[in-house]
């Protein structure tokens, strides 16, 4: 089941896969998992072994000029 969100008539996921976030960002998922190990990603949503970013921190997070997580 997925879950979505309705925005300006189209639909949205409201939740991304590492896969999406790495199509996102034009990088590997490995490279992914580095710069979230280092910090430079929005925390993800885990929940047991499934991680998945929310769409809209991820969309503030790109407008804000990539900032890293605070420490």
């Known amino acids: ?9 189209e639909i949205r996921p409201v939740f991304i896969t590492a896969k999406q976030l790495a199509i996102m960002l034009s990088v590997s998922k490995r ?5 979230r190990s280092a910090g430079q990603l929005p925390s993800p949503l885990c929940v047991g072994s499934v ?5 809209s921190e991820i ?3 790109i407008q804000a000029d990539c ?3 605070p420490q």
């Open 1 to 9: 089941m997925s879950y979505v969100a309705e925005t300006n008539a």
């Open 31 to 35: 490279t992914l998992y580095r710069m």
């Open 67 to 69: 900032p890293k997580r």
């Open 51 to 55: 991680v998945r970013w929310r769409l």
């Open 59 to 61: 969309l503030d997070w």
